[in-house]
């Protein structure tokens, strides 16, 4: 997935990216996406930049006149879709920034999306913004605070921290003492940390950068759940140097604490069936989206979906569902990396998680729900549904068995612990031949569609 589709852009946006931990990174991404589809995107600070970072993109047109330079880059939009600019270099060789009203002119241009970076960090993970920024103009519709998860743990200090004392401020503490997840959260969500400057009407969102690994993803989370109690609205968990600059898009407050997680398996190619198989129709939907109506249902809340292989197209398919997007770079290498996946997007609390097969449009909402009542903490820590004998999915699985999943390598789902633990499964009877019926062949689903009679 994409970090465009991630954010959700409107057909036109001026989106200022604010904070530490990537924060360059992630415009040069962003501006790299947008002009590859098609976009036309200019990219400058209102504070400053290195030259070497905007000429990673561009070569930057500067001059102090801002009528000027809203005419050359006029002219250069002619025959150029990603445009750097600024207003000049100071005496230390950086790049000055733009004034407001040259932001508001370039921005009347026909162009899709002015890019800008509005504060330095000096390559920390984690900032307080001075007294004289982030320099955000009015005409921004869109805030995007950054900040590296590698901070977690680290001393609030210098380089890990960029302005110690004024983070320490926010947070009302010393400077002593490791950063926790919730120092996180309030510096990014705090009015003068993350979220000073924005103007009115504008979209505010976090996105933490460097997730790398199941354990930062975790941690992430509870950042990320962080946020959405100070009245956050939308959390991408990226890495954003990388091929796959978005790992988890993260919206609203996590359901109740003890209540059973709801994973959706996407991720898979689908090869056997030439490829593109979730996107299939079914009765006028496609195959993913019914399959996660499906698991809304019967959950009641959000429920995550674990994506990998065509993740912008799968996730254009659930638009306006309210679940948790996870992406799974790793899907080629088997069915474990995705339930891995899945684990790190659930809430920090989750006592169990539901695993759900995409493929499996048969299973119903009163199969789910039968699953989720049968389970009981301190029970067996694995239940299955079985009809006429013969056990399917969706697998149940108690978290004090996620240690062994994370464990898994390639092709491997639940089936392996349930064999290696039989004494914790609990058998649920269910009057649904849908829970061993995939769609993985065309046979299977001209079948399916032949059939296709309620359970």
Same mark, same amino acid.
């Given at each position: 997935?994409?970090?465009?589709?991630?954010?959700?852009?409107?057909?036109?946006?001026?989106?200022?990216?604010?904070?530490?931990?990537?924060?360059?990174?992630?415009?040069?991404?962003?501006?790299?996406?947008?002009?590859?589809?098609?976009?036309?995107?200019?990219?400058?600070?209102?504070?400053?930049?290195?030259?070497?970072?905007?000429?990673?993109?561009?070569?930057?047109?500067?001059?102090?006149?801002?009528?000027?330079?809203?005419?050359?880059?006029?002219?250069?939009?002619?025959?150029?879709?990603?445009?750097?600019?600024?207003?000049?270099?100071?005496?230390?060789?950086?790049?000055?920034?733009?004034?407001?009203?040259?932001?508001?002119?370039?921005?009347?241009?026909?162009?899709?999306?002015?890019?800008?970076?509005?504060?330095?960090?000096?390559?920390?993970?984690?900032?307080?913004?001075?007294?004289?920024?982030?320099?955000?103009?009015?005409?921004?519709?869109?805030?995007?605070?950054?900040?590296?998860?590698?901070?977690?743990?680290?001393?609030?200090?210098?380089?890990?921290?960029?302005?110690?004392?004024?983070?320490?401020?926010?947070?009302?503490?010393?400077?002593?003492?490791?950063?926790?997840?919730?120092?996180?959260?309030?510096?990014?969500?705090?009015?003068?940390?993350?979220?000073?400057?924005?103007?009115?009407?504008?979209?505010?969102?976090?996105?933490?950068?460097?997730?790398?690994?199941?354990?930062?993803?975790?941690?992430?989370?509870?950042?990320?759940?962080?946020?959405?109690?100070?009245?956050?609205?939308?959390?991408?968990?990226?890495?954003?140097?990388?091929?796959?600059? /978005? *790992?988890? &898009?993260?919206?609203?407050?996590?359901?109740? =604490? !003890?209540?059973?997680? $709801?994973? %959706? +398996?996407?991720?898979?190619?689908?090869?056997?069936?030439?490829?593109?198989?979730?996107?299939?129709?079914?009765?006028?939907?496609?195959? /993913? *989206?019914? &399959?996660?109506?499906?698991?809304?249902?019967? =959950? !009641?809340?959000?429920? $995550?979906? %674990? +994506?990998?292989?065509?993740?912008?197209?799968?996730?254009?398919?659930?638009?306006?569902?309210?679940?948790?997007?996870?992406?799974?770079?790793?899907?080629?290498?088997?069915?474990?990396?995705?339930?891995? =996946? !899945?684990?790190?997007?659930?809430?920090?609390?989750?006592?169990?998680?539901?695993?759900?097969?995409?493929?499996?449009?048969?299973?119903?909402?009163?199969?789910?729900?039968?699953?989720?009542?049968?389970?009981?903490?301190?029970?067996?820590?694995?239940?299955?549904?079985?009809?006429?004998?013969?056990?399917?999915?969706?697998?149940?699985?108690?978290?004090?068995?996620?240690?062994?999943?994370?464990?898994?390598?390639?092709?491997?789902?639940?089936?392996?612990?349930?064999?290696?633990?039989?004494?914790?499964?609990?058998?649920?009877?269910?009057?649904?031949?849908?829970?061993?019926?995939?769609?993985?062949?065309?046979?299977?689903?001209?079948?399916?569609?032949?059939?296709?009679?309620?359970?």
């Amino acid at each position: 997935m994409q970090l465009r589709q991630a954010l959700d852009l409107k057909t036109k946006e001026i989106i200022t990216m604010v904070g530490a931990g990537g924060k360059t990174s992630a415009l040069i991404c962003l501006a790299r996406e947008l002009a590859a589809a098609g976009k036309r995107v200019i990219i400058a600070p209102t504070t400053r930049m290195l030259p070497g970072q905007l000429s990673r993109l561009a070569e930057p047109i500067l001059n102090s006149d801002g009528n000027c330079l809203t005419k050359t880059v006029k002219y250069r939009l002619q025959r150029e879709n990603l445009i750097t600019c600024g207003s000049g270099i100071d005496d230390r060789g950086k790049v000055m920034g733009l004034d407001a009203a040259t932001v508001a002119a370039l921005g009347d241009l026909d162009v899709d999306y002015l890019l800008l970076e509005g504060d330095g960090a000096a390559g920390a993970l984690l900032k307080a913004p001075a007294a004289y920024e982030p320099v955000i103009p009015p005409v921004a519709t869109m805030v995007i605070a950054v900040a590296g998860l590698p901070v977690l743990g680290r001393p609030l200090a210098p380089p890990f921290v960029h302005r110690p004392r004024l983070v320490a401020g926010l947070l009302g503490r010393g400077e002593d003492g490791p950063l926790a997840t919730a120092d996180v959260a309030k510096v990014l969500a705090h009015p003068d940390g993350g979220r000073k400057g924005v103007p009115p009407g504008a979209r505010w969102l976090a996105l933490l950068n460097q997730a790398e690994g199941y354990d930062l993803l975790r941690r992430g989370r509870e950042v990320a759940a962080a946020i959405f109690n100070a009245g956050g609205e939308k959390v991408i968990l990226g890495a954003v140097a990388t091929a796959n600059p /978005v *790992r988890q &898009v993260l919206g609203g407050p996590d359901p109740p =604490a !003890g209540k059973v997680g $709801v994973i %959706v +398996l996407a991720a898979g190619a689908g090869e056997r069936m030439g490829g593109g198989k979730l996107l299939l129709p079914l009765k006028g939907q496609p195959l /993913v *989206r019914r &399959v996660v109506l499906t698991a809304l249902e019967a =959950a !009641g809340d959000k429920v $995550v979906v %674990v +994506l990998g292989h065509e993740s912008d197209k799968m996730a254009a398919a659930l638009a306006g569902l309210k679940v948790d997007l996870a992406i799974n770079p790793a899907y080629r290498l088997g069915l474990s990396t995705s339930l891995q =996946a !899945g684990l790190a997007a659930l809430p920090p609390r989750t006592p169990a998680a539901l695993f759900v097969l995409a493929d499996q449009p048969g299973v119903t909402p009163a199969v789910l729900r039968q699953l989720l009542e049968a389970y009981r903490p301190g029970g067996r820590r694995i239940i299955v549904p079985v009809y006429r004998g013969r056990r399917g999915n969706p697998v149940l699985i108690d978290r004090g068995l996620w240690p062994q999943i994370l464990n898994l390598k390639g092709d491997i789902g639940a089936r392996e612990i349930i064999r290696e633990y039989p004494e914790e499964v609990l058998p649920v009877e269910v009057s649904c031949p849908g829970i061993f019926q995939d769609i993985d062949t065309p046979a299977d689903y001209r079948a399916w569609l032949q059939e296709n009679s309620p359970c």
